[in-house]
């Protein structure tokens, strides 16, 4: 396992926050109150390992499958259907869409390699990721990725407490299915929009692992 290049920064900040809360704790008040300096401690600990998961990035053999599609991000399968898609598509599109907890791996990844055709980014709310407006109200990061004839839609979408979306990709990039493609800070969800007709793998709260789970399969 390896930490995000994301994380150093929010992690240096939170060793630092926990060094000085508990030196000041137990250099003042370990005589008087023992009892809490260890409650601060086990609390600011606690916080500070969370953070460091936040950012993990474990090792995986991904799946590499031209005729799929695979899991853009870790989470629960929380959307499986028809939709208009009003922003690239214009039409009816296939979405699937999977939500990550704060204790998910939060990397995300490339669901199938091809041509970066669309990158826009969206301002907006942050309703709880699983509200059904998040996918249009919300701040939001859109990307088009094209292989042949097909065009898949993937959507970085900020929850209640994700305040930061991460995209590294850039129209007209070549891009790689399961390479990191961008990261999202502290829940939120991906969603995927797809040809209608395509044959779906997963199902409703499934849940499933970025680069690795069978999301759909290519016509």
């Keep these: 396992m390896t930490i995000h290049r994301e994380g150093y920064k929010s992690i240096a900040i939170g060793t630092l926050i926990f060094g000085s809360t508990n030196f000041v704790c137990w250099y003042f008040f370990s005589a008087s109150l023992p009892v809490l300096c260890w409650v601060i401690f086990a609390a600011t600990l606690f ?16 799946t590499i499958n031209e005729n799929q599609l695979i899991a853009p991000a870790d989470g629960r399968v929380v959307v499986i259907e028809e939709t208009v898609d009003v922003e690239y598509f214009k039409d009816k599109r296939l979405q699937v869409s999977v939500f990550m907890s704060p204790a998910n791996v939060h990397v995300n990844r490339n669901p199938l390699s091809g041509e970066v055709v669309y990158n826009q980014y969206h301002k907006g709310k942050f309703l709880v990721a699983w509200n059904p407006k998040s996918s249009t109200d919300n701040e939001r990061h859109s990307v088009v990725i094209k292989k042949g004839n097909t065009e898949v839609l993937v959507k970085q ?48 709260n499934e849940v499933v692992k970025g680069g690795v789970t069978v999301i759909a399969t290519l016509s």
């Design 47 to 62: 916080v500070l390992l969370f953070l460091v998961s936040f950012f993990r990035i474990p090792n995986r053999v991904f």
């Design 157 to 204: 979408i900020a929850g209640a407490l994700a305040k930061r979306i991460v995209n590294y990709l850039s129209v007209g990039q070549k891009v790689n299915q399961t390479d990191e493609f961008g990261f999202i800070k502290f829940g939120s969800r991906v969603d995927l929009l797809l040809p209608v007709g395509t044959k779906i793998n997963v199902q409703l």
